[in-house]
């Protein structure tokens, strides 16, 4: 595997971008190598060759020198579509908090898809009784 340069922004009020390398991946986990610790929980859009993933932090393990981050991608987008060049505004903060209201929506549809999956298992469970 070629160890390529990605971008990683981290998607909170600071907008901070890190130069990172995708050290492996597992489907939806990542790990990559970064020159700062990323807290966990912390959204996180990573743009990849091909890819933006939209995900979390899951941990920040100090290695060497860098630090290891391990992310999970909640949302990969194939990077198959090309901006208007209008679209100028594309790392704004507000751009930055548009993502973020993306993911927080999508991580509450979610969440509330497995809250009805367990709920309506539960209630079969009670019927079956």
Do not use: C
Not at 8 to 31: C, F, I, K, P
Not at 37 to 42: E, G, N, R, T
Not at 117 to 124: E, I, K, L, P, T
């Amino acid at each position: 595997m070629v160890n390529m340069p990605n971008i990683l922004r981290v998607l909170d009020a600071s907008a901070q971008n890190y130069e990172v390398v995708l050290l492996e991946r597992h489907g939806r986990v990542l790990l990559l190598e970064s020159p700062s610790p990323i807290a966990p929980d912390a959204a996180l859009q990573l743009k990849l060759e091909g890819e933006l993933l939209l995900g979390e932090a899951t941990a920040s393990i100090p290695r060497n020198g860098h630090f290891e981050v391990w992310m999970r991608a909640q949302e990969v987008l194939a990077d198959s579509w090309h901006p208007h060049p209008d679209w100028s505004a594309l790392d704004t903060e507000e751009s930055v908090q548009g993502s973020l209201r993306a993911l927080n929506s999508h991580l509450v549809f979610y969440e509330q898809r497995r809250r009805t999956h367990s709920n309506g298992r539960q209630h079969n469970l009670n019927e079956s009784r």
